[in-house]
């Protein structure tokens, strides 16, 4: 890129000495002998100039780029988890919906919610529960599949949406399952999550399949959590 930049200034100081040649041979009738110093000069002079000045712009830019990035990835990724923002993937899911009923394919969602969260924090400190998280997030990104998408929910909780049925996101939920709790975390912590799962149904939008999902949750933390539960026929709550 700053090739092209240079090679732009020295045709722009190629350009202008040569209408300066015009202008000094003859406008002003300057000594022949003299002259090819006179533009040498000024061509270096032009040139030095203009390359600088294009430098300058060039760093400028790369560095209004590297703004732009920071500041999309604080609007896209939670700065604790690394994954998507609740807003951002929340946004993300509406358009898997939308992709869902318009060709027919299966949707699922996953609420994981670590348990005991909160006893950990006043144990060890917020610290560590943020360490946590970015444990937590780094295995879900793993654990994924190219299409899925994941992100914070909030607190505790972790969201996953992917254009799968809910078999195959329970085979996945399990793993997770299994993967977080096998882990050793800071302090040598040992962790278990509660997973709700739900599958999208032909009538319903993306607010009642979350809930769904939700409610899910919410049973799984009734039988005493570190499990996986699904609500496939029914609501808990109305």
Known sequence: MFIKFVIKDFILSFLLTVVLFFALEYWLHIDENILPYILGIVFIMIFVFSASMSFYLFKMKNKLEILNDQLDKLKR???????FKRNYIMDLFEKYVSISKRQNLPLSVMIIDIDSFKEIN????????????????????????GMDLVGRFGGDEFIIVGLVSNKEFNNLAKRIHSKIQNHVFEHGINLSVSIGLSELKKEEDQSKLLKRAEEALFLAKQKGGN???????????E
């Open 227 to 237: 499990r996986v539960d699904y609500l496939e026929h029914f609501l808990l709550f």
């Open 122 to 145: 006043k144990y060890y400190g917020h610290e560590t529960g943020d360490k946590i998280l970015k444990e937590i997030g780094n295995i879900l990104k793993k654990e994924i599949r």
């Open 77 to 83: 990724y939670d700065e604790i988890s690394s994954v």
